[in-house]
C-alpha cells in the first residue's frame, strides 16, 4: 500500500504547499492511500480533518473512524514495514572482541606461549618464561574493556531521545515506541518532536520544522499538505499530522548512515607504525625461528633440545615490541579517562593522537558554532529618518538591573504619516531609551525593552525567534496582574502576515514583525539600506512599530505604523566557542566552515565567533555554484543537484498574494541511485540541456519573502543551480582540481550537500592535510567518517554520535583543548619511550639472524629478557609516559623513533659479538657467558634510557638510579631462577669495563651513521 502511495506522492511537485496530482491514476492511488486510514484526498478536506485531529490532543475526544487498525498494524510488522533499523551503527560485544582478539600480536604472541609451554610439561622449571604472554593479555583487555564501555555510553545517549510518540490506531490516540512505529501510521506532530521516520504532512496549524540536522540551513521550514517529513527534523512550532511512508532502513537518514559504514578511517600514525612492524616482524619472525632452531639442533651446541627452544623463543620474542604496544594502549586509555572528566567521550583509543597532529579544523555551523537557538543581539532605536546607535544585549541586561533606558541624548517627535506632516495625536517621543505617546501624556514612561516584553510575554509559545524574544525582554513585561490591565487584545503571529501585535489599554497598538509588510512605501525606504546592511552582516531584522490606535481587524492593518525601533537577532553563539578557536589559533590550526545554511550567515557567525583574527579577512563561497563531485560507478550515482535548496515559483501576475514556501533539498540523495528519491518539480524548474551535453541547468526562482526568520529583500532574478552528469574520468579529474583550489582559497563554505562536505575534506586531504570535523546532524555523517578525526556534539544526532571519534557530552567544544593537551602527551612521550623498545627490537632482531651462521648457542632466556625489559624499557617507559608534555607535535612517529633507536640497536650487537669472542677467549662456561650478555644487554638499556630521559631532573635521575639498582638486586637475589651466574665472580673483568665502553661506542655510532646518512640522522637528538 505505502509503496504505491509514495511513488504517487513522488510523481507530484512538493514546491508548492500541496502535491499537485499530475495524472488521473496518481490521483486515485492517493486517494485509496487516504482512504485506508479514512482520511479525504482533497487537499482542503484533509487540512481540514487533520486540524480538527490535531485538536483532539488537548481534548478528551478521541479521532474515531481514523489511522490504522490492530490487525493491518500486525501484518505490516510481519512483512517488516516497521521502524526498526536492522543495521545498528553500534558494533557488538562479538565484534570488539573480536578485533580486538584476533590479531597478529595476539597469533605471534600465543604461538611462541605455546612453544615454550609445551617443553614446560616435561621440564617445568621453564615456566617462568611465559611471563611475557600476559602483557599481551592486558594489552588485549584494555582495548576491550575501553572501546565496550565507549559503546556503552553512546548507547545510553542515544536512549535520552524521543521514546515515544502518539499515533492513531483503530480510532484511539496512543502513545507508541517509535521503534513500533509502521508504514502508513497516522502520527500528531508537536512542537519539540522528533521525527523518526519519513512521511508526508496532512496538515495542523502553524506547523514549522528544523531541517538542520539534515541540511544545516538553520531557518526553519513551514510545513503543508503534501510536503515531505524526514527523520532526523524537529518540529519547532505549531502542530500538525502526518502519514508515514518510509521506515526503519529506508528512511533517508538511515540511507546516510548506510553510506558511510563504507568508508574506512585512517588509524594513527603510532599505530600504524606499530601495525606495519608486526606484521614486518611477523612475516620474518617464523623463518628466523625455524632457521636459528635448525642451526642449534645441527651443531649440537646445546644442552638440551628444550633448552634450544626456549633460548630460540627468548631471541624471537625479543624482536617483539610487545611492550610497546602494551603502554601505548595504557597511555591511550589514560587519555580516554582524563577526557572523561573534562566530559568528552572518546570512542577508539587511538583518535586522541590523530587530534594532537591536526592542522585543519573544519566545522560545521548549526548546533556546533551556534546552539541552534537565536539571540537577541541589540536594539536600534529609530528617530524618524534616523536610525540610532545600537543598544546592545549587554546594555539591555544592564537595564534589567538599573531599571534605566540606554544612553542616548537625542530627542525626536516620529511622526507616523510623515507625508501628511505632524499631527499632535500621533507623536510619540524616545529619549534615553525611553518612549512616550503624545496622545497619552499620562501614560506611563517606558523603555524599548519594557514594549517589547509587554508585547512578546502574551504571545504563545513560538519558533527560535520567539524564544529568543522572550529570553531577552519578558523579563521587562509587567507581572499577570498589571499585563491584564495593560495589553487588552493579542494579535498572534501568522505566516501569512508576517507580523504580530498588542493593543494596549490607552488604545494604542504596537506591532513586531517585517517591515515591508507593516510600514508604508516611503517609510520603507528610509530604513530598508540599514536592514539591507545588517542582514548582509548575517542578523535577522524585526521591526517595531507603533500605532495610535487600536487594531480591531488583523487583515485590514491601519495606515502606516510608525517604525521606533529595529531589533537585531543572530545566532547563539556556544559560550567556548571563541575561547576555541583562539587557541587553535594560536596553534596554527587553521579553521574552516562548512555548512548547508547560507554563506553570508554562515560567514557573519564566523566573525562573531572568534573564528579569524578581527583584522583577517574573511573568504566564503556558494557551493551551490560549484559542481557534486562524481561518488562511484553505480547508476546514477554522480548527478545531484548542487545546493542546500530548490525554490517554489515567486508570486505571479495572477496570484500576487501567493507566498511560496521553500522546497526542502532533496540533493544529498544522488547517492542512493533508485530513481524514486527525489521529487520533480517541473512547475519550478526548467531544463535546457543538448543531446549530448553533460551537464543541465536548472534554474529556481528564489523565494525571498521576508518573515521574521528572513528579512533578505525580495527578488525575482532567478538562480542558477549546476547539475553535473559527468562520468568522463577528465572532468571528475578536473571537478577534483576545482574543490582541492576552493578549499585553498576560502575558509567558509555555505549551501554545502552533505557529499559535497565530504569532497572538501578530500581536497584537503589530498592538499597534504590531516583534518578534522565537527557536526551534530545526519548531513554531517559522510564527512565525519571521511575526516582524520571526527567530533560531535552529544545533543546532535545518533548516526553523529555513533560516526564520531570524540563526543561532546556537554555540548562544550573547549573540551577540545584538554583533548589536544593528551594527545600530545600520548605522542611526545611514546615517540620518546618507543626509542627504548625499538632498541631491543633492532638488536634481538639482527643477531637472531647472526646466530644462525654464528657456531654459539644463543646466550639469552626469555626470563632473563623479560627482567631486562622491566626495569631498562617497561617501568621507567610507563613513568616517563604519563607525564605532562603539551609540546607541538613535529614530525612523523616511525622515523623520529629510528633516529634515536637504530645507534643503540647497533651498539648492542656490537657489545655482544665482542663479548662473546672475549668470554669464550676466556673459557667462561655458558651460563657465565649468558650472564655477561644479559648484563652488557642491560647497559644498553641504561644508557638509552638516560638519553631519553634528558633534560634530567632530579625524579628523572631518581628513576634512573632505581632501575640501575633493581637489576643488580635481581641479578644477585635470584641468579638460579633467572639461569645466571653469580656476579661477585671473575665475570666481572668482562662487564666492568664494558659499562664505559658501552657509552662510547654508542656516541661513536651516532656520529658514524650521521656522516653515513646525513639526511636520515640530521635530526636524531
Known amino acids: 500500500m505505502m509503496k504505491n502511495m509514495e511513488a504517487a506522492v513522488n510523481n507530484q511537485d512538493l514546491s508548492g504547499g500541496y502535491a499537485a496530482v499530475e495524472t488521473k491514476e496518481n490521483a486515485e492511488i492517493f486517494s485509496e492511500m487516504l482512504a485506508e486510514v479514512n482520511l479525504p484526498g482533497e487537499p482542503e478536506a484533509c487540512r481540514t480533518v487533520a486540524e480538527e485531529l490535531c485538536s483532539h490532543l488537548s481534548t478528551d475526544r478521541e479521532p474515531s473512524g481514523f489511522g490504522l487498525s490492530t490487525a493491518v498494524v500486525e501484518r505490516l510488522t510481519a512483512e517488516g514495514k516497521i521502524n526498526t533499523q536492522t543495521d545498528s551503527n553500534l558494533r557488538t560485544n562479538r565484534q570488539i572482541i573480536s578485533e580486538n582478539l584476533f590479531t597478529v600480536f595476539n597469533l605471534v604472541n600465543v604461538l611462541l606461549a605455546a612453544a615454550v609451554f609445551l617443553v614446560s610439561l616435561s621440564e617445568p622449571r621453564y615456566l617462568v618464561n611465559l611471563a611475557f604472554i600476559f602483557v599481551a593479555i592486558i594489552n588485549t583487555a584494555i582495548g576491550i574493556i575501553q572501546e565496550i564501555r565507549a559503546r556503552n555510553m553512546v548507547a545510553r545517549l542515544t536512549i535520552l531521545t524521543q521514546p515515544t510518540c502518539s499515533v492513531i490506531r483503530d480510532g484511539r490516540v496512543v502513545e507508541i515506541p517509535i521503534h513500533e512505529q509502521v508504514e502508513g501510521d497516522l502520527v500528531f506532530i508537536r512542537s519539540g518532536d522528533q521525527i523518526s521516520a519519513d512521511g508526508i504532512c496532512l496538515g495542523g496549524k502553524g506547523l514549522e520544522m528544523d531541517e538542520s540536522l539534515l541540511t544545516g540551513e538553520s531557518d526553519s521550514?513551514?510545513?503543508?499538505?503534501?510536503?515531505?517529513?524526514?527523520?532526523?527534523?524537529?518540529?519547532?512550532?505549531?502542530?500538525?499530522?502526518?502519514?508515514?511512508?518510509?521506515?526503519?532502513?529506508?528512511?533517508?537518514?538511515?540511507?546516510?548512515?548506510?553510506?558511510?559504514?563504507?568508508?574506512?578511517?585512517?588509524?594513527?600514525?603510532?599505530f600504524n607504525a606499530l601495525d606495519k612492524l608486526i606484521k614486518i616482524i611477523s612475516l620474518t619472525i617464523v623463518p628466523i625461528g625455524i632457521l636459528l632452531l635448525g642451526s642449534r639442533l645441527y651443531s649440537r651446541n646445546y644442552l638440551s633440545v628444550s633448552d634450544v627452544i626456549v633460548s630460540t623463543v627468548g631471541a624471537l620474542v625479543g624482536m617483539i615490541p610487545e611492550g610497546l604496544v602494551l603502554l601505548t594502549s595504557i597511555s591511550f586509555a589514560v587519555g580516554v579517562i582524563n577526557m572523561a572528566r573534562h566530559r568528552a567521550l572518546v570512542q577508539t583509543l587511538p583518535s586522541i593522537e590523530t587530534l594532537a597532529r591536526v592542522d585543519v579544523l573544519c566545522l560545521d555551523k548549526t548546533g556546533t558554532i551556534t546552539t541552534g537557538a537565536m539571540d537577541v543581539l541589540g536594539i536600534y532605536p529609530v528617530y524618524?529618518?534616523?536610525?540610532?546607535?545600537?543598544?546592545?544585549?549587554?546594555?539591555?541586561?544592564?537595564?534589567?538591573?538599573?531599571?534605566?533606558?540606554?544612553?542616548?541624548?537625542?530627542?525626536?517627535?516620529?511622526?507616523?504619516?510623515?507625508?501628511?506632516?505632524?499631527?499632535?495625536?500621533?507623536?510619540?517621543?524616545?529619549?534615553?531609551?525611553?518612549?512616550?505617546?503624545?496622545?497619552?501624556p499620562t501614560a506611563e514612561q517606558r523603555t524599548l525593552p519594557e514594549l517589547i516584553g509587554a508585547l512578546v510575554a502574551v504571545q504563545p509559545e513560538g519558533n527560535a525567534t520567539q524564544e529568543a524574544l522572550n529570553a531577552a525582554f519578558a523579563t521587562f513585561a509587567p507581572g499577570p496582574e498589571r499585563a491584564d490591565r495593560l495589553v487588552i487584545k493579542q494579535i498572534p503571529f501568522s505566516s501569512a502576515r508576517k507580523w504580530q501585535a498588542v493593543v494596549f489599554a490607552d488604545g494604542s497598538s504596537l506591532l513586531l514583525g517585517a517591515a515591508e509588510l507593516m510600514l508604508s512605501r516611503n517609510a520603507l525606504q528610509l530604513l530598508l539600506p540599514e536592514i539591507n546592511r545588517l542582514a548582509a552582516e548575517g542578523m535577522r531584522i524585526l521591526t517595531l512599530a507603533y500605532l495610535p490606535e487600536p487594531i480591531d481587524d488583523p487583515s485590514q492593518l491601519p495606515d502606516d505604523p510608525q517604525a521606533i525601533a529595529l531589533i537585531a537577532i543572530g545566532d547563539q553563539i556556544r559560550s567556548d566557542a571563541p575561547e576555541t578557536f583562539a587557541y587553535f589559533r594560536e596553534q596554527q590550526v587553521e579553521l574552516k566552515v562548512i555548512s548547508g545554511d547560507n554563506p553570508v550567515t554562515v560567514a557573519a557567525v564566523a566573525r562573531r565567533a572568534g573564528l579569524t583574527a578581527a583584522d583577517t579577512e574573511l573568504s566564503y563561497i556558494d557551493m551551490s555554484t560549484v559542481p557534486e563531485e562524481p561518488v562511484g560507478e553505480e547508476p546514477g550515482?554522480?548527478?545531484?543537484?548542487?545546493?542546500?535548496?530548490?525554490?517554489?515559483?515567486?508570486?505571479?501576475?495572477?496570484?500576487?498574494?501567493?507566498?511560496?514556501?521553500?522546497?526542502?533539498?532533496f540533493s544529498f540523495l544522488e547517492i542512493f541511485p533508485t530513481p524514486d528519491t527525489a521529487p520533480t518539480a517541473k512547475s519550478a524548474l526548467s531544463s535546457s540541456a543538448e543531446d549530448n551535453a553533460e551537464t543541465a541547468v536548472l534554474t529556481a526562482a528564489v523565494d525571498e519573502a521576508v518573515d521574521p526568520e528572513s528579512d533578505e529583500p525580495a527578488s525575482d532574478e532567478p538562480a542558477t543551480v549546476e547539475v553535473s552528469n559527468a562520468t568522463d574520468e577528465d572532468e571528475a579529474a578536473a571537478i577534483r582540481r576545482t574543490y582541492d583550489d576552493i578549499v585553498a582559497e576560502n575558509t567558509v563554505f555555505g549551501r554545502v550537500s552533505p557529499t559535497q562536505k565530504?569532497?572538501?575534506?578530500?581536497?584537503?586531504?589530498?592538499?597534504?592535510?590531516?583534518?578534522?570535523?565537527?557536526?551534530?546532524?545526519?548531513?554531517?555523517?559522510?564527512?565525519?567518517?571521511?575526516?582524520?578525526?571526527?567530533?560531535?556534539?552529544?545533543?546532535?544526532?545518533?548516526?553523529?554520535?555513533?560516526?564520531?571519534?570524540?563526543?561532546?557530552?556537554?555540548?562544550?567544544?573547549?573540551?577540545?583543548?584538554?583533548?589536544v593537551y593528551e594527545g600530545r602527551r600520548i605522542i611526545n612521550n611514546i615517540e620518546r619511550v618507543a626509542t627504548l623498545f625499538l632498541v631491543k627490537t633492532i638488536y634481538s632482531s639482527i643477531l637472531s639472524v647472526l646466530f644462525i651462521f654464528l657456531p654459539w648457542r644463543y646466550p639469552i632466556y626469555p626470563v632473563q629478557m623479560t627482567v631486562i625489559s622491566s626495569f631498562t624499557i617497561g617501568i621507567p617507559a610507563f613513568i616517563l609516559a604519563l607525564k605532562s608534555n603539551r609540546d607541538r607535535v613535529k614530525g612523523k612517529f616511525l622515523p623520529k623513533v629510528l633516529r634515536r633507536a637504530l645507534p643503540a640497536g647497533v651498539t648492542a650487537v656490537i657489545m655482544i659479538i665482542l663479548t662473546q669472542i672475549v668470554s669464550r677467549a676466556l673459557e667462561f662456561t655458558p651460563r657465565e657467558i649468558s650472564t655477561v650478555c644479559v648484563l652488557q644487554f642491560a647497559f644498553v638499556g641504561l644508557v638509552v634510557l638516560w638519553r631519553v630521559s634528558r633534560p634530567i631532573n632530579l625524579e628523572r635521575l631518581l628513576l634512573w638510579f632505581a632501575c640501575a639498582a633493581a637489576i643488580v638486586l635481581a641479578f644477585t637475589l635470584f641468579p638460579d631462577l633467572l639461569n645466571m651466574s653469580n656476579l661477585f665472580t671473575h665475570i666481572y673483568r668482562i662487564y666492568l669495563p664494558a659499562f664505559p665502553l658501552t657509552i662510547i661506542m654508542y656516541r661513536l655510532m651516532q656520529e658514524l651513521l650521521l656522516r653515513l646518512f646525513p639526511k636520515f640522522f640530521a635530526n636524531h637528538n
Open 221 to 270: 521550514v513551514r510545513k503543508d499538505f503534501g510536503q515531505p517529513l524526514l527523520s532526523g527534523t524537529f518540529a519547532i512550532a505549531g502542530r500538525g499530522l502526518a502519514i508515514l511512508t518510509r521506515v526503519g532502513d529506508g528512511t533517508v537518514s538511515a540511507r546516510i548512515v548506510a553510506e558511510a559504514k563504507r568508508i574506512k578511517k585512517n588509524p594513527s600514525q603510532i
Open 384 to 440: 524618524g529618518n534616523d536610525i540610532g546607535s545600537l543598544i546592545s544585549r549587554e546594555e539591555i541586561e544592564r537595564m534589567k538591573t538599573s531599571g534605566t533606558g540606554a544612553e542616548t541624548s537625542a530627542v525626536v517627535n516620529a511622526v507616523a504619516n510623515t507625508e501628511a506632516g505632524t499631527a499632535a495625536s500621533s507623536e510619540i517621543s524616545i529619549e534615553s531609551g525611553y518612549v512616550t505617546s503624545a496622545a497619552t
Open 637 to 665: 550515482a554522480a548527478l545531484g543537484v548542487s545546493g542546500t535548496h530548490l525554490i517554489a515559483a515567486p508570486p505571479t501576475e495572477e496570484d500576487p498574494d501567493f507566498l511560496p514556501s521553500a522546497m526542502f533539498d
Open 758 to 819: 565530504r569532497s572538501l575534506l578530500r581536497a584537503l586531504q589530498r592538499n597534504g592535510h590531516t583534518v578534522a570535523m565537527t557536526g551534530d546532524g545526519v548531513n554531517d555523517v559522510l564527512a565525519l567518517k571521511e575526516a582524520d578525526f571526527s567530533v560531535a556534539m552529544a545533543s546532535g544526532a545518533a548516526a553523529t554520535r555513533n560516526s564520531a571519534d570524540l563526543v561532546l557530552i556537554d555540548n562544550n567544544m573547549s573540551a577540545m583543548i584538554p583533548a
